[in-house]
């Protein structure tokens, strides 16, 4: 049995896919409208190559600040709209101030607009085409969960949240699998009887069997047969954590419990001193700069402490660094005096305790400067996990014993956990930070430094602080 089944592509070869259309597309405007409107500020050619290079540089840059590369922006046509507006206002601009490696700028000022509107309308159509034909159909990705049936719903939520396109379609419960099975559709997907399995594979389209099940008496003989015929027959076979990983950009610690370790191998780059020491001078750079910018700002925060916050400007706590090790934290005051008089509490999302002025300078991120003076003495780094409360580690770690597995490296002003998810208001908000901050330190690199920074950025421009 071979079903025919739809190309799909993983999330990585979209974003990448995106990126050469995107720039594929602009070249391709831009020589029309040369052709046409004897538009001559930007010419392809072997004499002026770098040109070409230069713009399709900027367009991923900022298409990827702009979210442009986030597959559920890039899959949602009103979100995609405001990102291709931005995106290339931005590209235009840049590329119009940078003429050493960009052209001169022409007399005719015509021919900036025929340049920025190639730019933006060959983004659009491209993008509206992507949206419209491709990001609901080509890229849906149909699998089949063999689990507990008590893990349905956490695992169907956690796979389809992340990824629009990875649409479940039924699962096969590991849990009673020698019972009788309802023929029913629950709220989620379709119980299978597990007879049944390859015909609903072939009626389906369906791609992939991801084994959930951490049962090994839930894999019967005969469904150990057929998951043999299914894969001889072309079809592919995952175990859930690797899934889980791919998807989410997290490690899954919730389904390996105290076997944890024994599945997580740590980056070479924790240990690499090339890269060590590269981050370092990056660091002391950036901070630098951050605290150079702070000192500009400090009237103005100064100021604004005075009116919105009335008390000091700058307030000190005990945090947990690398290897367990504490330090004292600094940073611009953002709640109320006293606004822990009953015990150390989670921040929250709209937390009463924050000041009107404090609510602004944690959007954006202001509130964050003093920090600088924290990496510059090497207590954090500029990515890595958030430095947690001591309180707050030893009552997390009680229930994660692997917990203070994050502690293995220094922590960082901004990091994977950060630009992806929000402040955690409970234990189950840390497990789920948890899991992105190991995820960077299993695959921790120069390329997701940049990835973070990228976004970090983004959080920033779309005013998502926390």
Known sequence: MIANKKIHFEIS??????????????????????????????NISASNYYWTIVLGFYIIMFGTVFEMYNLQVASNQFQIIKSIVLTSSTTVLI?????????????????????????????????????????????SKKVILICDKDQLEELVLGLESVDPHYKVMGYINSDSINDTIEKSKNHFVENIDINQLEDFVTKNSVSEVVIASQKTDGITVNLYNQLIHLLESG????????????????????????????????????????????????????????????????????????????GKLFYTQ???????????????????????????????????????????????????????????????????????????????????????????????LTGWAQVNYSYGETINDSLIKLQYDLYYIKHRSIFLDINIIFKTISTVLFYRGQ
């Open 318 to 412: 005990e945090r947990v660094g690398k290897n367990g090790k504490i330090f004292k934290i600094l940073k611009f005051r953002t709640m109320k005096t006293n606004a822990e008089t009953n015990g150390a509490v989670f921040a929250a999302i709209n937390d009463s305790r924050v000041t009107a002025f404090g609510k602004f300078l944690r959007k954006t991120r202001i509130d964050e400067f003093p920090q600088f003076i924290n990496i510059l003495k090497g207590d954090m780094g500029v990515i890595g996990p958030r430095p947690e409360r001591p309180v707050f580690v030893k009552e997390i770690a009680e229930v994660m014993p692997f917990y203070e597995t994050r502690h293995v490296i220094k922590p960082g």
């Open 95 to 139: 590329y119009l101030l940078t003429p050493v490696y960009t052209p001169v700028l022409p007399s005719n000022r015509l021919q900036i607009v025929f340049f920025y509107i190639a730019i933006f309308l060959a983004l659009f159509f491209w993008r509206m085409f992507y949206v419209r034909f491709l990001a609901s159909n080509r890229f």
């Open 235 to 310: 079809f592919v076979i995952r175990e859930y954590t690797q899934v889980y990983e791919n998807i989410t950009q997290r490690i899954p610690v919730q389904y390996v419990a105290r076997d944890f370790y024994r599945y997580f191998p740590f980056s070479r780059s924790n240990q690499n001193q090339l890269y060590l020491l590269v981050v370092r001078i990056v660091e002391v750079i950036i901070s630098l700069l951050g605290v150079s910018l702070g000192v500009l700002l400090s009237p103005f925060i100064l100021i604004g402490n005075l009116i919105g916050n009335k």
């Open 13 to 42: 070869e979209r974003k990448i896919l995106l990126r050469i259309f995107d720039v594929a597309w602009v070249l391709i405007a831009l020589y029309v409208v040369g052709i046409i409107f004897k538009f001559n500020y930007f």
